[in-house]
């Protein structure tokens, strides 16, 4: 019998580009998309879900008083597919620590700057702003500090003179469509793990920012 390959639930709130990445690697990888959960009804990637034949399903936070009933119905959707992963996709709502608790070491994250630096929004604006030369992407566990959880992987993109905030974030959107997928690929494959607040692939800690994913085109 064919073991069966690790269930992982996406989290999205928008377009849903990089589910459309994790879906599309899947068939030949160790993992299966089984659902799908959107906080917003108008979420593009609920067609995406739907186009690839992934069931899913809608929790609205304006549906709730506050955010831990809105949490509550969350898990309680999240938990009807029993996923061994869930990985977050653009889900634009900050989780509370009760949430990451009952999921420690099973959600991953994808953030639009090398970490640990450009926590938090308006990534691709602010590394203009400072006249960096070099901007990313990266993977990382999720915990109760705000992109603070351990670092799994980053690919790098440089930042050239003609380059704007929405000529960055093309960039850095292709390299998330390669390296997300094979982050989850690894979980997985029972080769990601995290343990003592940090990151271990094939049994080895990572260090702080992780694999570097080697540059691809500039995109």
């Known amino acids: 019998m064919t073991e069966r390959r690790c269930p992982v639930v996406v989290l999205i709130s928008g377009n849903g580009s990089n589910l459309q990445a994790i879906m599309d690697t899947s068939a030949d990888s160790a993992y299966e998309v089984v659902g799908v959960l959107s906080n917003r009804p108008d979420a593009y990637g609920l067609q995406r879900a739907a186009d690839a034949g992934v069931p899913s399903a809608i929790v609205s936070h304006r549906d709730h008083p506050d955010r831990e009933s809105f949490e509550q119905a969350l898990m309680e959707a999240i938990d009807t597919w029993q996923p061994r992963l869930l990985v977050l996709a653009g889900f634009m709502r900050i989780l509370t620590a009760s949430f990451v608790t009952r999921y420690q070491g099973r959600i991953l994250n994808i953030h639009p700057s090398l970490l640990p630096a450009y926590r938090g929004t308006n990534t691709h604006q602010r590394v203009l702003d ?30 050239e003179a003609r380059d704007d905030k929405d000529s960055l974030a093309r960039k850095v959107a292709a390299r998330e469509h390669k390296i997300y997928p094979e982050a989850v690929d690894w979980f997985a494959q029972g080769r990601l793990v995290m343990r003592d607040n940090a990151a271990f692939l094939d049994g080895e800690r990572l260090p702080e920012q992780g694999v570097r994913i080697p540059p691809g085109p500039a995109g």
Do not use: K, R, Y
């Open 130 to 159: 400072a006249g960096e030369t070099e901007h990313g992407v990266s993977v990382h566990f999720v915990t109760e500090e705000l992109d603070g959880g351990p670092v799994i992987c980053q690919a790098a993109v440089p930042v």
